[in-house]
């Protein structure tokens, strides 16, 4: 039974991004330790987040918080006045450069 809403979704975010994140890294030579490759870093990070993730989903099924209740609806005004400069700034350079 779901417990904390809020922890439950987040970890699955964490794990998510840390998921896709790892399979990035493993585009790249990842090497060890003592010869580090550029994923070997990224790989590293990863692995942590997806560890945090986990251990959020967790915590949501099996720990009862007060605070944990439902989410309420999307910020849509806030995600789009930080997400909208990111895309068009991307936009403008991609078309500076000719794309």
């Given at each position: 039974m779901l417990k904390n809403q809020r922890d439950f979704v987040t970890g699955l975010?964490?794990?998510?991004?840390?998921a896709a994140f790892a399979w990035a890294a493993s585009l790249h030579e990842i090497g060890w330790p003592p010869?580090?490759?550029?994923?070997?870093f990224p790989l590293v990070l990863a692995t942590l987040l997806i560890l945090l993730g986990g251990w959020l989903v967790f915590k949501a099924l099996t720990l009862e918080s007060e605070s944990g209740g439902p989410l309420g609806a999307p910020a849509?005004?806030?995600l789009a006045g930080v997400l909208l400069p990111i895309v068009l700034l991307g936009l403008w350079a991609w078309a500076r450069t000719g794309g």
């Amino acid at each position: 039974m779901l417990k904390n809403q809020r922890d439950f979704v987040t970890g699955l975010l964490f794990a998510g991004f840390g998921a896709a994140f790892a399979w990035a890294a493993s585009l790249h030579e990842i090497g060890w330790p003592p010869q580090m490759g550029p994923g070997f870093f990224p790989l590293v990070l990863a692995t942590l987040l997806i560890l945090l993730g986990g251990w959020l989903v967790f915590k949501a099924l099996t720990l009862e918080s007060e605070s944990g209740g439902p989410l309420g609806a999307p910020a849509w005004r806030a995600l789009a006045g930080v997400l909208l400069p990111i895309v068009l700034l991307g936009l403008w350079a991609w078309a500076r450069t000719g794309g």
